[in-house]
T-cell receptor, first 117, second 120 residues
Framework: QQQVKQSPQSLIVQKGGISIINCAYENTAFDYFPWYQQFPGKGPALLIAIRPDVSEKKEGRFTISFNKSAKQFSLHIMDSQPGDSATYFCAASSVKAGGTSYGKLTFGQGTILTVHP | GAVVSQHPSWVICKSGTSVKIECRSLDFQATTMFWYRQFPKQSLMLMATSNEGSKATYEQGVEKDKFLINHASLTLSTLTVTSAHPEDSSFYIC????????????????FGPGTRLTVL
């Protein structure tokens, strides 16, 4: 029930195209859904995050769409650029869990995005 | 702001030796730090949650006697891999929460750059 399932495993997009990565979760206690970008040999960096009280959040070229009833959320990268080529991870956590589970992030499996020039 | 550093960035050691990895929050205080392990082309797996001034909480399957975690101050947590073996070779990443920003940024965690451990 703690799993977060991410798809696709890899994605190839042409420059200027839209990249879409999807995640699904089971634990209804999750109430924080961030997306991270990771370049090879580096730590993950927060891209954008959403809470379940909104269905969409946009920051620049990055948009999270959230469907609470379906327990799914997705990342859309508009006007994809070669510099966006990286591994993307969705994650989820719960503040309501409390105790030692407070704030623990559960990560998806990751998506390797390649943007061709 | 909200920078987390790790030292060393990479380390090679012989089997049976111990290795210490430091995680520092440079411009904020972190009551909670997390340690992750990442194998090539895989996701991040949480190893333990480290709270300042108290014992770390380990995830199921993580040997606490092998992966010693100390969080002695609000800006420093250390992970010591004791009696390292080749199967411990991995990318170790820490993250930290800025407790003063929790109310505004909810559960945002800031990640370090990672430490590549290779055990020969």
């Amino acid at each position: 029930q703690q799993q977060v399932k991410q798809s696709p495993q890899s994605l190839i997009v042409q420059k200027g195209g839209i990249s879409i990565i999807n995640c699904a979760y089971e634990n209804t206690a999750f109430d924080y859904f961030p997306w991270y970008q990771q370049f090879p040999g580096k730590g993950p960096a927060l891209l954008i995050a959403i809470r379940p009280d909104v269905s969409e959040k946009k920051e620049g070229r990055f948009t999270i769409s959230f469907n609470k009833s379906a327990k799914q959320f997705s990342l859309h990268i508009m006007d994809s650029q070669p510099g966006d080529s990286a591994t993307y991870f969705c994650a989820a956590s719960s503040v309501k869990a409390g105790g030692t589970s407070y704030g623990k992030l559960t990560f998806g499996q990751g998506t390797i995005l390649t943007v061709h020039p | 702001g909200a920078v987390v550093s790790q030292h060393p960035s990479w380390v090679i050691c012989k089997s049976g030796t111990s290795v210490k990895i430091e995680c520092r929050s440079l411009d904020f205080q972190a009551t909670t730090m997390f340690w992750y392990r990442q194998f090539p082309k895989q996701s991040l797996m949480l190893m333990a949650t480290s709270n300042e001034g108290s014992k770390a909480t380990y995830e199921q399957g993580v040997e606490k006697d092998k992966f010693l975690i100390n969080h002695a101050s609000l800006t420093l947590s250390t992970l010591t891999v004791t009696s390292a073996h080749p199967e411990d070779s991995s990318f170790y990443i820490c993250s930290a929460r800025d407790w003063t920003r929790e109310r505004t940024t909810y559960n945002e965690q800031f990640f370090g750059p990672g430490t590549r451990l290779t055990v020969l």
